[in-house]
């Protein structure tokens, strides 16, 4: 079965201290590994797609790293508006499968 | 990039009113649309995936004819629950994945979602 797991769930930050959220998977053969941005109230906003291992992507203040094993999402001096929930998915490569969702790291930057 | 949108995006009803959200792919068609409900600080649950022009398949758990998914077109779904409990009160957001052509073309499938319906059913 497919798995992902996102640690830790909470996270706390000061205005300009960097860190990293993890987002650890089991899948049968993966197509994609997608991070999304999800604001209260609001839809999941895409923020990147990675393929393979390696593989690295980088928007603002954030770069998501992809291993066979797991993903990165590293925010560099963050500001308090990067505060959010982020979701990792994978999808298979199984078909049109649909995506398998972590249950979310909750951001917090604190100004 | 590609937006999403859905209709409306706020709805208050009656028990045992039927109530419909629309969900729309603006500018890519989109092969298969999702459902989702999210319960307040919880991850999404997935209820449907639709196909254009073929029936939903409903994720273990979730009525099928409590929850009526229509893929008519290429850039439209529509969920409608009928007979609505308060019990069904949630945050209802859908997703559109373009075809296999976007990838062959140099796009990839990555699946798009819309802001969330709150439906709150008194």
């Known amino acids: 079965e497919d798995q992902v797991t996102q640690s830790p769930e909470a996270l706390r930050l000061q205005e300009g201290e960097s860190s990293s959220l993890n987002c650890s998977y089991t899948?049968?053969?993966?197509?994609?590994l997608f991070w999304y941005r999800q604001d209260p109230g609001k839809g999941p906003e895409f923020l990147f797609t990675?393929?393979?291992a390696g593989e690295e992507k980088e928007k603002e203040r954030l770069k998501a790293t992809l291993t066979k094993k797991e993903s990165f999402l590293h925010i560099t001096a963050p500001k308090p508006e990067d505060s959010a929930t982020y979701l990792c998915?994978?999808?298979?490569?199984?078909?049109?499968?649909?995506?398998?969702f972590g249950k979310g790291t909750r951001l917090s930057v604190i100004a | 990039g590609a937006v999403v949108s859905q209709h409306p995006s706020r709805v208050i009803c009656k028990s045992g009113t039927s109530v419909k959200i629309e969900c729309r792919s603006l500018d890519f068609q989109a092969t298969t649309m999702f459902w989702y409900r999210q319960f307040p600080k919880k991850s999404l649950m997935l209820m449907a995936t639709s196909n254009e022009g073929s029936k939903a398949t409903y994720e273990q758990g979730v009525e099928k004819d409590k929850f009526l998914i229509n893929h008519a077109s290429l850039t439209l779904s529509t969920l409608t629950v009928t007979s609505a409990h308060p019990e069904d009160s949630s945050f209802y957001i859908c997703?559109?994945?373009?075809?296999?052509?976007?990838?062959?073309?140099?796009?990839?499938?990555?699946?798009?979602f819309g802001p969330g319906t709150r439906l709150t059913v008194l």
């Open positions: 997703s559109a994945r373009a075809g296999a052509w976007s990838v062959l073309a140099g796009g990839t499938d990555t699946q798009y």
């Open positions: 998915a994978v999808q298979a490569y199984s078909g049109n499968t649909p995506l398998v």
């Open positions: 899948v049968s053969g993966l197509r994609g």
């Open positions: 990675l393929y393979s």
